[in-house]
């Protein structure tokens, strides 16, 4: 690393100095003159058909300016949990939206939702799994399940499943499977074979701040703009141009400062409150409330993994099959293919067979959060692997080599592995000091273990300008919003390209009317492709500049380097000009260069996996169950590190979310789909004090193919193997395996029991 | 012209219909929480002594939360007007800004300036040209005159003169001169000399909207943002962080919509403002009253030009000599020789020698208004050719047309006219039915008058970004403010170039932190430079959409062809991509095109120049001296028509403000320096009744080598030759030359006794 300048340094965010003295400005923030606060009046029932909704007392409330019902909503093919907008007829969720009280102020509004009289006429729901298959379950779409959200592809890549979803009258939103070889011959040829029935909970994305919207209408062309807190302003500005059947180009959005997403802010409200501003003229503004936020956003959905290994007695694995249902909630998410697909797509196995089924159910619709579904897989495949090393007494490092899938090997849809480390971070792992030393913490009581798992990773074309500016530096503008440091990526990367100190540079987003293409800041991608076109614009920029002082020193441009924010000609340190200098002449009258202006595009191809292998110390107390997580070690590799700082950081908290996913979290609901976890005082959400006393995190950096400098996508891989990780050291420190997220005290306890 | 498919055809403005309904947002729309808005405490002495500003019953005034003076300003070098700030010790003309009061409502900062109490020594002041220049005179700047504001680099070309600037403890500001041949002998070869003093008023750009600046502080980083109606975001971004010693990364300008600039909003209070802001850590507002917009901010400058020619019998000119004064007002402005530059250079001339002076006067410094001098030299040069064509019975068309530069001939600085229709506009005015037929207006007792003037054009580096969109729409990133239809013409070049209709193009100007740089729109070059940007980047765009279908077509770029909004193989129609389909697969989730992002970036090497030849037709009433207009014809070279409606319509707007600086417009001034004509109740702005009930315009195409098509600026020439236009059938019809503007009817009325 030491050919490189800047990237690759620890850099504090470039936009952490605002954000920690309060200046950044959030979507709530936003004051707009004439605007209106909206709240929701929701639904009591998880399953009721809506007799009426009396809104003449709530019209009468001081402030309130309107009340809005399906009625004053476009009325749509719901093909997307965000196209429901407010309910038509019929509530399918305990906590959807029915009308949205619009008033002066927010306290107006809340006075008068509780003016509303709703006349439900109740009607059976199920929310369970088991439940919404059963014959004559209470369908939740009965005329026919609508497309799904195709969740899987915006987080991971298409996959080519075996099956094609079947659609028909049922809770069944999908269907897909894979195979390979022959799974009743894999797992004859098994010494030895294990299973379980895995479960992982409805958990939260828990972002500190809530959906937060703002749109203003412009009444002349029926166009609308947006401030919003979202992790794609591209795709909120795409679904509320089809939501209002307006061309996208007349719906501007501007991504704000983000406070957190980690998923759930892919686009939910934006459609509706669109559709409010334009309904009533007027600015409309929606912050959810915490108890909103967790009765109806989208959180990461229940997931059961019924799954089978076969293994020879060297350790290596002869076959899979495995069956995944997750629970959709009201809308289809299309998930449930995307976890079969991980499944058989980690370790080599010659056969396996994986099913997966989505099921539609009575509650709140699912989302993503941070590596969907990956916690899960790993939580069982990382499971079964430690028993089956328990079982032949295998090293369970080893026994992950031994079966570990590498680069070119087939994944379940038998597309080949790009360029990966699972195998450089397991070896990195074994050569901790906190695995080299277990025995120590073993004979103190604690227990060890260890997991691997990580995120395929995504690809999304990307666009990015570089402009200098007369004061010498470079403006780098970008699409993606910043939810993780990319802005500070972004600058280093450019500044090492560009041959600049990083205080040289500036990242500035805009908003989509104005900003290059950049997908969602999603899928673990932004730096793996907005940050390529950014390497691409910065280079370009270079050339732009160098050809500018080549024909000013008249030398050609192989003679020039930049150094010290100047152009100068080699060997010759006294003839240079200073890089604001070059943009003056280039930004003038009469100026005879044209400006420094330069573009990146970039469209990767392959995506850039990336694994993350965990070791987890803990204790178990044997009074109360409870499990004390001393020691969490995370490996990850990154590819290149292009800030090790926020790298880390990012390592870190995923690894957090993953104690939250092993330890806490769960979105509990009654048999009749009432949520009995509304708020952070039911719902534990790991603070501080939950986190390792000791947490380390090591970098690997086995180069991606195509990405900037190798780098690869950090956010999602880290919360994936935590919980395994936890689960394997608890089984290490007690001899119990535990098969249901969370891992809760009670739950440990009675298990002991 | 039937080769093109958009460019040429009338088209309506794009925002036309946003600006009549009243939905385009001003600046002094804007409502900033926590904004606090200014009003000036102005000088009522034209020079004095600052002994004290007593502001204590100001502070006092409810809703008045500050006044600022210049000690919480900072205290630069006043090396340019704008950094004049608030007046330091001693003011320099009377309505000079000396506080700020800054309050929660307008009415409120008005009550506090009525408070204030300044103390001053009044000091004497000379406010005319020959005062000025008299010897002992009181200086303006008598510790060195500051260096100049280069307002002629700023809307012509460089100019090198032979002379350059003195500067001494004088009130002279500059002096330039330029000749060639001998003028003597020049003379002496004349069969005909005519001469003539020609004074020109100082006059006002009266826009609609008065200067308006929104400045909002960035605690945390020192910067500041700003909205502005400005014709140059970019200059005000450079000069506020001048002013307030800040890296201009920091400063962000949005150019709102201008509601009229005319040259008079390159930049004048936006760094006071944005230094306000600073001070008192709000949002500060300001907004001139047309009383301040008419005392401070920055008009037309007076001129006096003694001018003398000399021709043969045959009509070619032999000599001319010209000494020409300008009167900046209290800052230079360095435009002198810039009207020197063009009295030698619109005419084939082998001897001339001119002079100029830069003189400075205690009133408030001048400003750019479009064509900046062009009136005052085609005034008093027409005039002359008038007399010229007089005395030697020569038909005052061929005249021009036997002395008309044309390109390769030198201009007064040596350097070769480019392209250019000074011949061909007066060609077209002399077949137009106005001029054929002018001996029946005569007959009628009118007369018929004729001129011809121009505008060399301005250059300046400009860059532009394309982007498609999933809508099919092209959008269109340009940094450069639209005063006069320029959106609507880079929609027209950018549909043209990329093959769509023009409702399928959008332009979108942002900021300066994100938008391609543009300079200033003056000078009549945002078309011309750029227009040729936008047309770079649409061409460029094109290409990438091609090689997209290409790619999916399996198929060669040049066997394709864009119709109807789409991309299909030529010959093939059925073969066919929708524009919308193919930015789709460049902009989702796994897309393997990179989006269609494309730029473009000129520095035009050469001006393109810009010349009319008018033709008026008046009535004299010898009763009363009054002038009546009947017919106006305006003819224009604008190499190509972009748009011929908004060309048209820039043709009648800049020839309406000829006809007022040729009858009715004035600022006049006191001998104390105390504006007389402080309000449009004093100050006579030509109204719809004051146009011409027959008002032609003629459109000639001499296409200039580098600009969009051959496109030149048109904005400036047509102001240049009303008033002589209008002067010359005054003479026709009444054989009284004026040789003073504006020519009222007490004037008139006083040369025809």
Redo the contacts between chains.
Sequence with gaps: MTEFKTIGRPTPLVDG??KV?G?TRYTPDL?L?GMLHGRFVTSIHAHADLRGIDVAQALAVPGVAAVLTAKDMPDITPSSRSRLLLARGRVIFAGQPIALVLATSEAAAEDGVQQIVVDYAPLPAVVTIDDALAENAPLVWPEGVPSGAGEA??HG??IGSDAKSKRKASNVAGQNSFSRGDVASGFAEAEVVVEGTFTTPMVHQSAIETQSIVAEP????GGVTLWASTQSP?DVR?EV?NVLGI???DVRVTGMAVGGGFGGKNGLYEPLVAAAARAVGRPVRLVLTRVEEMLAANPAPPVRIHLRLGARRDGTLTALSGNVHLDNGCYPFDLAGFLAFMLASFYRVPNFSVYSTDVLTFKVSAGAYRAPGAPSVVFALDSLMDEVADRLNIDPIELRLLNAACPGDPMADGDPWPSMGMREVLEALRDHPAWKGREESRARGRGVGVSVGGWPG??????A?C?L???G?L?V?VGSVDLNGTATGFTLMAAEVFGVAPDQV?V?F??T?????S??SA?SKVTYTTGA?VVQAAREAKQ?VLSIAAEEFEVAVEDLEVVNGAVRVRGLPSKAIKLGDIANK??????????V???G???Q?ATAPAFSAQLAEVEVDRETGGVRLHRLVVVQDVGRAINPLTIRGQMMGGATQGIGWALYEKMEYDSQGQLLTGSWMDYAVPNIIQTPAVFETAIVEVPSENGPFGARGVGEAPVAPTAAAIANAIADATGIRLRDLPMTAPRVLSALK
Tied chains: 1, 2.
Excluded: C, W
């Design positions: 100095r605002a003295m200046a004051q003159p592809g915006a890549a298409d412009n009444p002349l062309t591209f795409k141009a061309p996208e180009s995504g690809t999304e074309p990307a666009a300008a402009a500016n007369r004061d530096i403006q503008h500036r500035v805009s908003d009317d104005s900003a290059p293409y997908g969602a899928g076109a732009q280039a930004m003038r009258f009469g100026g005879r260069y044209p400006p202006f330069a573009q595009r970039i469209a191809k």
